[in-house]
């Protein structure tokens, strides 16, 4: 089979050739759901615990009304329920004017249907779309579910599709796939971040005593170069060389450190990801620092942390890979 590249970049999905925007994926999604029947009954399951026919099932995209916007995805069954499903790209969310919107639209409000959601598809995790999105509008459920969690139904609705809906999904997931920030198991990437000396202030509990006895770190989410989704592995230096890598077991958003840290004060904070630390691990030998500003946060591929000499140097070796 011919190999196909668009601006130089392969393409191994129909759904690529739509585009990257927020409405190429909702379009992307939406034709999946409205093609593969096993796929439709897996997104409903677990968004509305639906388990009736959905043969008759209407999927509705960019429908206006006048000063209530375009809704991205409507998913409706006269008599049985009416969902109004508002997709971000990355770990943006709606407003909940926005929201609001969506919510006094004529067509949902007279809607006869027992079930009526708003549905808020993005990348951001439950915990942290929960510290934004309000639990109820105008008296109807707002739901969060991840494009991850669409990844997962896709993939879930797999084993029991037709072969004609074995491939669209297979072709759906590899475009998912390619444009989601997922947390990768496959990733090597090491964040590699400077821990200082004292304590947080008004904490009984050193910087390194976090990561060395309660085996966890944090750090905001996102904005001032901080990652915008959690890292598979992080790494820690200090005394001008690496001390320890370890992989990212789990994590929490958190806005109150007391919560997770009894040391903590009890005040509350921007969201902050608070990693669960796996067992820590390093190289065979000592590695430096090298050419790194005292607080400065790198990415190093985790065979160049282990193999060179320096982190400066497995971090221009990373680029160098990332760059050929």
Known sequence: MANLYLHNREVNSVFQLLGDHENDISYSVAWGLSQCPAFLREFLFNVIQWQGPVNEVEIRMQQHEHDKGFTDIEIVLQGHFHLIIEAKRGWNLPTTAQLQKYSTRDSFVKSLAPIKRLVVLSECSKAYAALYVPNTINGFQVDSISWKDVFQFSSNAYSSGTNAEKRLLQELNVYL?????????????VYVVSIGQGNPDGWALSWRDIVNVKQKYF????????????????????????????????????????????????????????????????PNKEVKTGNIYPTGRVWCMLDTLLTCDTISEARDLTKQRFNS
């Open 177 to 189: 796939g390619g444009l989601m920030t997922m947390q990768k198991k496959d990733s090597n990437l």
């Open 219 to 282: 750090h905001p989410v996102g904005g001032n170069g901080w990652p915008k989704e959690p890292p598979n592995y992080i790494a820690f230096r200090y005394d001008g060389k690496l001390q320890s890598i370890h992989y990212v077991q789990g994590y929490d958003v958190v806005k109150n450190m007391s919560t997770i840290f009894p040391e903590a004060k009890n005040e509350d904070w921007e969201p902050h990801f608070v990693y669960h630390l796996g067992p820590a691990f390093a």
